[in-house]
C-alpha cells in the first residue's frame, strides 16, 4: 500500500511517464489507457505507474469523496478483457486533508505489448500516445528477456513454415485495430511478434504460437490434444461406445469438442402444469463448455498428458494435467485465479471463448444449479491434476 508521504510527493511533482492525475471518477476509456500506457512501461523503469483520481492538475487535491463502487469501478479494469494481458494493478483509497484519493498502481508487464481495444498505448513523458512500429517492435524484444510463462517460451524446434498464416490474418482481424492493421508495413515475423506468438531473437514461433496457428501442435507439443471417451456405464472398466483425440490448433479442437457436446447431452421433458412441459438437458452445455475452456486455459502445455474428457453414464470427467497455479490454492479457489498461460488466456478472450477473466467456474455452478444438477467435485492436487466432476442431473 502506498503511504501518505509517497502519496503527497506524486501528487506534487508534475505528471509524467509515472504518474497520471484526473478529477474524472466514471472515464473508463481514459483510466484503462492509462493503465495500459503504465502496463507497457515504455521507458523501462521496471517500477509502477500510478493513476491518482482525485488531483487537479495544478497539483492540488480536490476534495473528492471516493466510494466503495468507485473502487470496484477501477477494480473491474483488471479482468473484464478490454486490456490484454491482463493487467497487475492495485486500487486503494488515501483520505488526506483535502480530500480523498483513488490510487491505482499499475505494475510493468512482463508481456509487453500490451493492448487495449487493440491499442498499444504507452506514455511518451506526461502524455498518452499509441506505440508506432519500432516502438512495438521494442517492447516485443524486451518480452523475450522478461517472459517466464511457458507459452511465451520460444518453440526452438519449429518455424515460422510450421504456423498457418490465414489463421493467424484471421485472428489479428479480432486482435488488433483496424487502423493499426491499414498502417501496418512490417513482416509477417514482427506482426506475429507483436501479439506474442513469434520470438524475433530466435526467429522461431513462441509455444503460443504454435498452439494456436501450428499445421501440427502434437509434433512440437506432444501432449497437445483431448483424450475423448464415452462410457455405455459408470466405470472405465467398461468398453468405451466412443473414443477420439481431438488435436489439431486450438479453434479447430474447440470446435470438435463443441460438437462432442451437443451429442453426448441428451435432454428430458418434464411437466409444468397442464399442457405446459418443460425441457431439462443432462447438462447445461454452457457449463460444460466452461469447464472444458478453463481445463484449455489452465492446463500444463509443458506435459505429455492430454486434457481427458470423459463421459460417463451418471457424470462427466474433465482432467486436466498441472495443479493449481500461483497465488490460486485450496483455500482460496475458484476466487483467486493465477493465469498459467496469459496469451493463451488472451487468445480465448480475443476470440470469444472466454467472456470475463476468472468467473468460468462460478458461473458453470451457477448453471448446473440452475439446471438441477449436483454441485460438481473439484479435486486437486498439486502438483499433479486438477479435476472437475459434473454429476447428471437426476430424472425427476
Given amino acids: 500500500m502506498i503511504t501518505k508521504e509517497q502519496l503527497d510527493d506524486l501528487i506534487k511533482n508534475t505528471e509524467s511517464d509515472r504518474v497520471e492525475k484526473t478529477i474524472s471518477i466514471r472515464d473508463y476509456d481514459k483510466f484503462a489507457e492509462a493503465i495500459c500506457a503504465f502496463s507497457n512501461d515504455m521507458s523501462n523503469h521496471r517500477m509502477p505507474g500510478y493513476l491518482l483520481i482525485g488531483v487537479r492538475n495544478d497539483n492540488t487535491v480536490a476534495g473528492m469523496n471516493i466510494s466503495d463502487e468507485d473502487l470496484?469501478?477501477?477494480?473491474?479494469?483488471?479482468?473484464?478483457?478490454?486490456?490484454?494481458?491482463?493487467?497487475?494493478?492495485?486500487?486503494?483509497?488515501?483520505?488526506?486533508?483535502?480530500?480523498?484519493?483513488?490510487?491505482?498502481?499499475?505494475?510493468?508487464?512482463?508481456?509487453?505489448p500490451v493492448?487495449?481495444?487493440?491499442?498499444?498505448?504507452?506514455?511518451?513523458?506526461?502524455?498518452?500516445?499509441?506505440?508506432?512500429?519500432?516502438?512495438?517492435?521494442?517492447?516485443?524484444?524486451?518480452?523475450?528477456?522478461?517472459?517466464?510463462?511457458?507459452?511465451?517460451?520460444?518453440?526452438?524446434?519449429?518455424?515460422?513454415?510450421?504456423?498457418?498464416?490465414?489463421?493467424?490474418?484471421?485472428?489479428?482481424?479480432?486482435?488488433?485495430?483496424?487502423?493499426?492493421?491499414?498502417?501496418?508495413?512490417?513482416?509477417?515475423e514482427l506482426q506475429l511478434a507483436s501479439l506474442r506468438?513469434?520470438?524475433?531473437?530466435?526467429?522461431?514461433?513462441?509455444?503460443a504460437g504454435i498452439i494456436l496457428f501450428g499445421k501440427n501442435p502434437r509434433y512440437n507439443l506432444p501432449g497437445n490434444y483431448v483424450q475423448f471417451l464415452r462410457f455405455p456405464g459408470n466405470s472405465m472398466t467398461d468398453v468405451?461406445?466412443?473414443?477420439?483425440?481431438?488435436s489439431g490448433d486450438l479453434?479447430?479442437?474447440?470446435?470438435?469438442?463443441?460438437?462432442?457436446?451437443?451429442?453426448?447431452?441428451?435432454?428430458?421433458?418434464?411437466?409444468?402444469?397442464?399442457?405446459?412441459?418443460?425441457?431439462?438437458?443432462?447438462?447445461?452445455?454452457?457449463?460444460?463448455?466452461?469447464?472444458l475452456m478453463n481445463a484449455i486455459m489452465h492446463r500444463d502445455y509443458s506435459s505429455n498428458s492430454p486434457i481427458k474428457f470423459y463421459v460417463f453414464d451418471d457424470r462427466i470427467e474433465i482432467h486436466n494435467p498441472g495443479g493449481l497455479y500461483g497465488e490460486s490454492n485450496t483455500g482460496n479457489f475458484p476466487d483467486v485465479n493465477a493465469y498459467r498461460n496469459p496469451t493463451i488466456a488472451e487468445a480465448l478472450k480475443t476470440l470469444g471463448y472466454v467472456n470475463r477473466y476468472g468467473y468460468g467456474v462460478t458461473r458453470a455452478k451457477s448453471l448446473l444449479s440452475a439446471n438441477g444438477n449436483p454441485s460438481p467435485e473439484f479435486k486437486i492436487t498439486e502438483p499433479g491434476t486438477f479435476a472437475v466432476i459434473i454429476p447428471k442431473r437426476s430424472t425427476p
Avoid at 140 to 145: L, M, P
Avoid at 259 to 288: C, F
Fill in 72 to 112: 470496484q469501478y477501477l477494480a473491474s479494469l483488471r479482468s473484464d478483457g478490454h486490456i490484454l494481458p491482463q493487467p497487475a494493478i492495485s486500487v486503494e483509497k488515501v483520505s488526506l486533508a483535502g480530500g480523498e484519493v483513488a490510487v491505482v498502481t499499475v505494475q510493468p508487464s512482463d508481456l509487453p
Fill in 115 to 188: 493492448r487495449y481495444k487493440g491499442k498499444p498505448f504507452i506514455r511518451v513523458g506526461p502524455r498518452k500516445a499509441i506505440a508506432n512500429e519500432q516502438e512495438e517492435r521494442m517492447l516485443s524484444e524486451r518480452r523475450a528477456v522478461t517472459a517466464r510463462s511457458f507459452d511465451t517460451i520460444p518453440c526452438s524446434d519449429a518455424a515460422l513454415k510450421d504456423l498457418s498464416i490465414p489463421l493467424f490474418e484471421a485472428y489479428r482481424q479480432q486482435a488488433v485495430d483496424s487502423e493499426i492493421i491499414a498502417a501496418n508495413h512490417r513482416d509477417i
Fill in 197 to 207: 506468438f513469434y520470438n524475433t531473437s530466435q526467429n522461431c514461433p513462441t509455444n
Fill in 240 to 246: 468405451p461406445i466412443d473414443q477420439a483425440e481431438i
Fill in 251 to 291: 479453434g479447430t479442437m474447440i470446435k470438435e469438442l463443441e460438437l462432442r457436446l451437443k451429442v453426448i447431452n441428451t435432454t428430458g421433458i418434464s411437466k409444468v402444469s397442464g399442457m405446459q412441459e418443460k425441457l431439462h438437458p443432462d447438462y447445461p452445455e454452457w457449463a460444460i463448455r466452461e469447464l
